[in-house]
């Protein structure tokens, strides 16, 4: 009898034992389960004080800001992102141009994030902010209580008939700055041009750089009049006009004309055939065929859908946030920046730059000290316009296309000076300082400040 009771107690023993190491083994092992997600643990939900959704420029930022200033310890910080690289957008228009090498513009996305930082490659596909709660696409499930909404502004291609065939196709004269496969073809295409119409368009706004556009323009048309090519550039809009600030408009109008650019407004690019655009007319709807040697596209832009669909968007989508305290009109503690909120400003890296620490500041506000937001962002944003091989226009303003120049005298024309500060300074203060949190865009270091 005694025998069996000891038995028993023994059997007792090792299962109570089983289930200690099999919790501990639960919790070693959370990334391991992280993958598993999806599978034999979808009910298990993980917990991060702070979620950020994308691992761009924006939720990098933050994440790298949060982090330099103390405010978290990267374990405390989730980074939700399905990509593997990380890329300096900015520079695609420099490979279009052939002012750089692809390579500069991409680095693996674990060489970037904070160090000990937990991430999720799995797509965010859904939050239920009543709950606090992110889905992801592999099936796993997350709470927060702090979330940044990152996700940047995607590139359709496919929704332009024809485009994708013709850009995927290395015989085919169709390039494109907004990927930098079809960058690094379009700095070719330019390479081994041999004159004739060269068409570039520009799709409805809001797209991300809205310089952008113009910028590939001025680029090739310098290239290719120092080689003598004879080519006629055609420039397409969907906008009707050429630039929203009226200051930098004049300049850009009188540029186009002294250099033999047509701008043709309010045309939209709907189809690409064989050596032939068509544009649909935004006031009479007619259609339009274009004969082209050369089509430089730009597709149109649009935010992920799972931010309208989990009811935290505004009418176009993009997450609905307060254009000072980039907090959520509805849901306090959810923050959004960068391209895919709701900002009225131009979609650009700077804006983001000056965005990220009014974001940190607000967010650490709301989780630590339970504090309302204080307003910060005015709507800072720049837009560097190269205007040739060797100049450039640096555009900044903020809210209601208001001027916010930081170096004015530079600022009423082109200029080398501009040039070397977008082309040599800009791409060394991103992945040298911005990823470590340092960089405080125009305000420069932050350490410096006591940031
Ligand atoms: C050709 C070109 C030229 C430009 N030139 C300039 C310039 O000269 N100056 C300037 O300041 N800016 C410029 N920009 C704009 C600048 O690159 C963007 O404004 C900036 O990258 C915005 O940062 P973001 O983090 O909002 O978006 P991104 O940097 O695009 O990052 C978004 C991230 O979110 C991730 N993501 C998307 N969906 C999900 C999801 N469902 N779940 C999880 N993660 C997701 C993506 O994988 C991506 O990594 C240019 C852009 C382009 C394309």
């Not at 982090?67 to 405390?76: E, N, S, Y």
């Not at 068509?278 to 799972?306: C, G, M, R």
Request: net charge positive.
């Amino acid at each position: 009898m005694m025998h069996q009771k000891i038995l028993i107690q023994n059997k007792i023993q090792i299962i109570f034992n089983y289930k200690i190491h099999l919790i501990v083994y639960i919790h070693i092992n959370m990334k391991k389960i992280d993958c598993l997600r999806g599978y034999a643990f979808s009910a298990i939900k993980v917990h991060s004080p702070i979620a950020i959704i994308g691992g761009g420029t924006a939720g990098l930022n933050v994440a790298a800001q949060l982090v330099a200033d103390g405010h978290a310890i990267p374990q405390q910080i989730r980074i939700f992102e399905p990509s593997k690289m990380h890329a300096y957008q900015p520079g695609w228009t420099m490979i279009g141009g052939g002012l750089c090498d692809v390579k500069k513009t991409l680095k693996p996305m674990d060489q970037v994030l904070p160090k000990n930082i937990s991430v999720s490659d799995s797509a965010v596909t859904k939050i239920i902010p009543q709950e606090n709660q992110i889905e992801t696409q592999d099936g796993g499930i997350y709470t927060y209580d702090q979330l940044v909404i990152a996700t940047g502004i995607s590139t359709d291609f496919d929704s332009i008939k024809g485009a994708r065939k013709y850009l995927e196709d290395s015989n085919a004269p169709v390039a494109s700055i907004y990927n930098y496969k079809y960058a690094e073809k379009m700095n070719r295409l330019v390479q081994e041009f041999e004159g004739g119409n060269i068409v570039y368009t520009e799709p409805p706004l809001p797209i991300k750089c809205a310089g952008a556009p113009q910028k590939i323009i001025y680029l090739s048309h310098d290239r290719l009049n120092k080689r003598g090519i004879k080519t006629h550039h055609h420039f397409y809009k969907t906008a009707g006009i050429i630039f929203g600030v009226p200051k930098y408009a004049e300049i850009l109008t009188e540029l186009c004309k002294t250099k033999q650019i047509n701008c043709h407004f309010k045309q939209k690019l709907v189809e690409v055939q064989d050596h032939v655009a068509i544009f649909e007319n935004q006031d009479t709807k007619e259609l339009k065929s274009v004969t082209f040697d050369l089509l430089h596209l730009v597709p149109p832009q649009t935010p992920a859908q799972f931010i309208a669909k989990s009811g935290l968007g505004d009418q176009a989508g993009f997450t609905q946030v307060h254009p000072n305290t980039l907090q959520h009109v509805t849901y306090k503690n959810i923050w959004s920046l960068g391209d895919c909120s709701s900002l009225p400003t131009s979609k650009t890296a700077a804006a983001v730059m000056a965005q990220t620490p009014v974001l940190v500041k607000n967010l650490i506000r709301s989780w630590k000290l339970k504090q309302d937001p204080l307003p910060g962002y005015l709507g800072y944003t720049s837009c560097p316009i190269f205007t040739s091989q060797s100049k450039l226009l640096l555009a900044e303003f903020k809210y209601n296309s208001e001027l916010d120049e930081t170096f004015p005298i530079f600022q009423s024309n082109e200029s080398r000076l501009m040039f070397h500060l977008k082309k040599d300074f800009f791409p060394i203060a991103y992945w040298q300082i911005m990823v470590r949190g340092w960089w405080g865009g125009r305000d420069g270091l932050r350490f410096f400040k006591g940031a």
